[in-house]
């Protein structure tokens, strides 16, 4: 996996081959204190990243990285647009000075006709985060990858706050 810091490019740092889990919030993230997460290398979900200390906390919308800024131990990862209203913005990463802070990047499929980030890779992305996240893993080369509170449906585990649920105007994350 190749990321990018400002400019430049580097080969992904994780060296180990344990497992990838993705967290998200939904009702399954409530069984995250029977699991030894020391077992798994963890992308997070948005506010997720409040529930462990990941590897990697992604985040496709503006807002809920900043919302989680101060919760960021290892890296954030957001796509060169990142989301605002629930579509790709019209600024990427360098534009709203985040670089240095954002250390992963990749360009992401919903900013299409904007110009790309010539150094990473384009990742598809839908609706939700759990997409991107998968397919960046996927592209590392990573085969082995777990779930919890990535349910579908509208329900989240109770150790996260429901207010920002379906943002962008589904009426599911299914």
């Avoid at 954030?76 to 790709?88: E, F, G, T």
Wanted: with cysteine; charged share 20%.
């Amino acid at each position: 996996m190749y990321y990018s810091v400002g400019r430049y490019v580097h080969k992904h740092p994780v060296a180990d081959r344990r497992p990838w889990l993705v967290l998200g919030k939904g009702p399954t993230a409530a069984l995250l204190p029977q699991i030894d997460t020391s077992k798994y290398h963890i992308l997070t979900l948005n506010h997720a990243c409040r529930a462990v200390t990941p590897t990697v906390a992604h985040f496709v919308d503006l807002d809920a990285y900043q919302e989680c800024r101060d919760a960021i131990s290892g890296m954030a990862c957001l796509p060169w647009y990142p989301h605002v209203d629930s579509k790709a913005g019209k600024k990427h990463l360098d534009d709203l000075g985040l670089a240095p802070d954002a250390v992963l990047t990749y360009n992401s499929t919903t900013a299409s006709g904007r110009t790309k980030c010539p150094t990473v890779h384009t990742v598809r992305l839908r609706y939700f985060s759990a997409v991107a996240a998968f397919n960046i893993i996927g592209m590392a080369g990573v085969r082995e990858i777990f779930s919890l509170g990535v349910d579908g449906g509208t329900g989240y585990a109770p150790q996260f706050d429901p207010k920002d649920r379906l943002k962008n105007g589904r009426k599911t994350f299914d």
